[in-house]
């Protein structure tokens, strides 16, 4: 089987950035830098929170990460949308009751704002398609899904139109290998393919805090899949988390840095998207996000 580059999601080793991406298709090619920023990138910047120095049990607390500067970012061969391929697709797969499939709606919705890309939901596959020896029975009895076999087994062989970033999301938990006890998610940058699981996101939580917990995890890893790197200069979607604790405290907002580096190659209108962000959170009561799109609205007027 040819090896994957395999981050793991948020909660345990969560996603680290695959730093030998390797292009086929749709990477950027090297470019000369462009040194100058934009007005927009300069405003939003007061909103910026840094963060916190890490304690024990932080993802930063054990993971000494560097970072990526913009100019690295530019640097660094990453998938951008074209004409050809500029569709976001997200694969269903399992039973679903109706307010999760409420909630992968609602994240079509959030992710085609977000990047500013046309978002589509495949049709739902069954369970099925998992074999027995990718299942197991995990520490508290639940069902888990070996998170790599729907990577190479069912998503690597979808081809779906025009697509630029294949998301599976299901209801089941995930492991990653044997030897660990669970993972939210898996992904494979080269090949633009990632699966996230809804099953610990809705533990002890509400719709409302359930789909915030959602639209970090679906945002985050697919920004990994346009080469974003964990951020570790603001509180950003962006950051590595190792606990649900840790996940809740961060931002639902990319940083201006992210922003700068994701607009880099997408060129979408900033304040559109802020405002189209603004009017999705308002819709769906996620006040923490109001607030957030609120501020850089100001800081832009």
């Known amino acids: 089987m040819k090896k994957l580059f395999l981050v793991l999601l948020v909660i345990l080793c969560s996603c680290e ?14 470019q000369e830098l462009n040194l100058k920023v934009d007005p927009y990138f300069v405003a939003i910047k007061t ?5 916190a120095e890490p304690v024990f049990g932080d993802w930063l607390y054990s993971r000494k990460e560097k970072g990526q500067t913009f100019e690295q970012f530019i640097k660094t061969k990453h998938v951008v949308p074209t004409k050809e391929e500029n569709i976001i697709y997200l694969q269903p797969i399992g039973k679903f009751n109706s307010l999760q ?11 085609q704002i977000f990047f500013q890309l046309e978002t589509k ?18 520490d508290v009895g639940q069902e888990q ?6 990577l190479t087994d069912v ?39 990632a699966v996230s699981s809804m ?30 790197h964990h951020c570790i200069e603001a509180n ?28 880099s190659g997408f060129k979408y209108d900033n304040v559109k998207r802020l405002k189209e962000l603004e009017k999705y959170f308002k819709d769906n009561q996620l006040t923490s996000g109001v607030v957030l799109m609120e501020k850089d609205l100001k800081s832009i007027q």
């Open 155 to 193: 998503l690597k062989k979808e081809k779906p139109d025009k697509g630029v970033a294949l998301m599976a999301i299901t209801e089941k938990d995930l492991y990653p290998k044997p030897e660990w006890n669970y993972v939210f998610g898996l992904a494979s940058y080269r090949d633009k393919i």
């Open 121 to 138: 939901v495949l049709k739902d596959v069954s369970n099925d398609i998992i074999p027995n020896n990718a299942r197991r029975i995990g």
């Open 47 to 51: 909103n910026d929170i840094k963060l």
């Open 17 to 30: 950035s695959n730093k030998k991406e390797k292009s086929k298709s749709n990477h950027q090619p090297k």
């Open 101 to 111: 499939v409420k909630q992968i709606e609602l994240v079509r919705q959030y992710l």
């Open 199 to 228: 099953y610990r996101m809705q533990k002890e939580a509400d719709f409302n805090l359930s789909l915030d917990r959602l639209l970090k995890i679906c945002s985050h890893e697919i920004g990994h899949m346009f080469g974003l």
């Open 236 to 263: 950003c979607v962006m950051n590595g988390t190792n606990s649900m604790v840790e996940t809740d405290r961060h931002s639902l907002r990319l940083c201006s840095l992210c922003q700068r580096k994701l607009n």
């Open 145 to 150: 899904f070996l998170a790599g076999y729907i």
